[in-house]
């Protein structure tokens, strides 16, 4: 959470940036005089501190009575549910602890020593104590609730508050945050790069809790402490990885979606049934007991109300499913198709993928690949974690440099379960069907995409749409004839609709368009729409009248913004008092974590009302972006003769909205943007 500010003075300081609230934190603090223990629990509601004020001052007799342990072990329940960064402690270091109930606390009777890490209603009463003292006056606060700080990829408010320092009408000069914490826990590098931003927008970081000495001394000890916040992340990962590799080892499902024929059985702590998840169409689920029958219904974002301790096993889903499934095996293994020609009998006659659409390649491949259908949870094939992954069952760092996100980790790694689940295929014909794939895979190596998108040639991949069946079309290259001497075969590039190269001729008949003839078009196209605006005496006249134009329509559609904005805001609103109205002893654990749920939507929307209602009248400077869109189209002949793949790509994308072709004429309708994207 930051809170931007201005110094009463003249000078005007920026927000501060903070994590979510980490309470609950366990430390040990010892100092000379009389020592209290007890679990500091979330400082987060009055319901919190109710829950555990008897915790205080126990003796070692009192707290093996059976009656207290029973106590605090409910009151750790309460607070596991409510308090993330307590559930991760209790659930992967149980066994440092005794028994699986919180650790105690050593604390002094000293208040300022006793500081734990705080809430975000603390930091902001904290940020806002500093600026009175200082003469800071606050202007706006940035908060990335409940958003990890080890990157700032995902954290918009962190990510706005850099852009709006960049933008040359910044009213602030200065960021108020609490700790480093609290501005991120990125390593020095990413750190540094941020601070380096914002310093060359003439915007200073001030840290309210640091007591840095404002000189040289503190480009010391920054680092030092931004260091050590990483390395408290670092070391939570790799004790988050033991409870994670201690589920797997016991063939639980480790999260998401379950693979299409299965449906998940939950079962808590001792073994008892709970319910079964089906998964449906549209991301909705039904509740079924154990003979099979829906109990209820829930929506797609809705999830079903079970705690940490409750495990999830793959069992069969419904009979036709599970038929699909080994029909699928059957005609791949048996009947010779390919991922397309099983994609395109089921989409004939009509049998619905795991979502309710189409079958694609995509999703056949992966159905055959995936051994959870001999009976066996494997888990840990790809890695995404920035600090340990999981090699020979054990967490190891992962290099500090990574070419990309998510890397496929060898099969020594892979944690896998044998008979976790009933089986929907045999082994044997599993495994044909690995040999298959690979053999296949050899003989037509192009067969298949592998993500080469961003590195393509082929520049309108996204823009072209299939008016017979709504898909957009894509590159598709032909190889033809036998290799060459240096290993090559000749190829032919064209543009083909996606509905057919990815589901068959069900979906979309086969039709091609070289990639020039098109490409060509489109740049052809533009060069004549932007020759009105660089050519003649009167073109930046024209030019300026399309833009007020233009800026004219968007401020409509700004002000329908602003009025859905402020009624999606209005209905969280409402959700969250009728919550609070209906509110009872049995459910509160369940309305805490809605209500938590509805305050992080509220937040996310928020920093866009504000700016849409703060912007509502603010007039752009005409004649300035005139200029700018006239120094971009100037560039055309040399982006169309010298430009890099990725240049002509961007250019094509600024000025063209849709391309629509209709596969039985060829016939091609091209639409344009009057002013490019990037303007308007």
């Known amino acids: ?312 096993h793959l069992v069969p889903s419904r009979r036709d499913r599970v038929e699909t499934v080994r029909r699928i095996f059957g005609l791949y293994v048996q009947g010779g198709r390919g991922y397309k020609g099983i994609a395109d009998r089921l989409n004939r006659e009509g049998v619905p993928s795991a979502r309710g659409g189409k079958w694609s390649m995509t999703s056949i491949r992966d159905m055959l690949s995936n051994p959870a259908y001999t009976g066996d949870m494997v888990w840990n094939r790809r890695s995404m974690a920035k600090f340990h992954r999981i090699e020979q069952g054990r967490a190891v760092p992962t290099p500090n440099i990574r070419r990309r996100a998510v890397e496929e980790n060898g099969r020594e790694d892979w944690m896998v379960t044998e008979d976790a689940h009933p089986p929907l295929i045999d082994r044997e014909t599993f495994e044909q069907a690995q040999a298959l794939r690979k053999k296949r895979g050899k003989a037509h190596p192009h067969v298949y995409r592998q993500g080469r998108g961003m590195h393509s040639d082929y520049l309108l991949t996204g823009l072209i749409v299939c008016a017979n069946c709504g898909h957009n079309w894509q590159g598709y290259t032909q190889w033809k004839g036998r290799k060459r001497k240096d290993d090559t075969r000749p190829k032919t590039q064209y543009y083909a609709c996606g509905g057919y190269v990815t589901k068959g001729n069900s979906v979309c008949r086969r039709s091609v368009i070289p990639r020039g003839a098109i490409e060509g078009q489109a740049f052809d196209a533009i060069g004549e729409h932007i020759r009105q605006y660089v050519s003649g005496g009167d073109g930046r006249a024209r030019l300026r009248q399309a833009l007020q134009g233009q800026l004219a329509s968007e401020g409509q559609g700004g002000a329908v913004e602003l009025e859905r904005r402020r009624l999606e805001r209005e209905g969280i609103l409402g959700k969250i008092a009728n919550i609070l109205d209906n509110i009872t002893p049995v459910n509160r654990e369940f309305a805490d974590r809605r209500i938590a749920e509805l305050k992080g939507e509220l937040t996310r929307i928020e920093p866009r009302l504000a700016r849409l209602e703060a912007t509502a009248q603010v007039l752009p400077d005409l004649d300035g972006l005139t200029d700018e869109v006239l120094a971009g189209t100037q560039r055309f002949d040399e982006i169309v003769a010298e430009g890099t793949v990725d240049e002509k790509r961007r250019f094509l994308r600024a000025f063209i909205h849709r391309i629509v072709i209709e596969p039985e004429t060829r016939r091609t309708r091209l639409t344009l943007r009057d002013l490019p994207l990037a303007v308007a």
């Open 1 to 312: 959470m930051f809170g931007w500010m201005k110094n009463i003075t003249g000078r005007s300081e920026p927000p501060r940036l903070s994590d979510r609230a980490l309470a609950g934190r366990f430390l040990a603090l010892a100092r000379s005089g009389a020592l209290r223990a007890r679990y500091d629990a979330a400082i987060t509601t009055d319901d919190n501190r109710r829950h555990w004020a008897n915790a205080d001052a126990l003796s070692a007799d009192a707290a093996a009575s059976a009656d207290v342990r029973r106590t605090l072990r409910n009151r750790a329940r309460y607070e596991v549910a409510n308090n993330s960064y307590a559930r991760g402690i209790v659930l992967t270091l149980a066994n440092d602890t005794v028994g699986t109930g919180p650790r105690l606390q050593l604390l002094t009777g000293d208040d300022g020593i006793n500081r734990q890490e705080q809430s975000i209603a603390d930091q902001r009463a904290a940020v806002e104590s500093y600026a009175l003292h200082h003469g800071y006056e606050i202007l706006d606060w940035y908060v990335d609730d409940a958003i990890s700080g080890a990157g700032a990829a995902e954290r918009d408010g962190f990510l706005r508050m850099i852009e709006d320092a960049r933008d040359a009408a910044c009213p602030f000069t200065a960021v108020l945050v609490y700790d480093v914490k609290r501005f991120g826990r990125l390593d020095n590098d990413e750190t540094g790069y941020y601070r380096h931003i914002l310093k060359q927008s003439g915007v200073d970081v001030v840290y309210v809790a640091e007591g840095f000495n404002g000189d040289d001394t503190d480009d010391l000890l920054r680092p030092v402490k931004q260091w050590q916040a990483r390395q408290e992340l670092k070391d939570l990962s790799k004790v988050t990885i033991r409870g994670l590799v201690s589920k797997a080892d016991d063939g639980c499902w480790m999260g998401g979606v379950p693979p299409y024929g299965y449906d998940l059985a939950y079962y808590d702590e001792k073994g008892r049934f709970l319910m079964v998840v089906r998964y449906l169409a549209r991301a909705d689920k039904e509740i079924l007991d154990d003979e099979g029958n829906v109990q209820r219904r829930l929506g797609k974002g809705d999830r079903p109300m079970i705690s940490k301790s409750d495990r999830a």
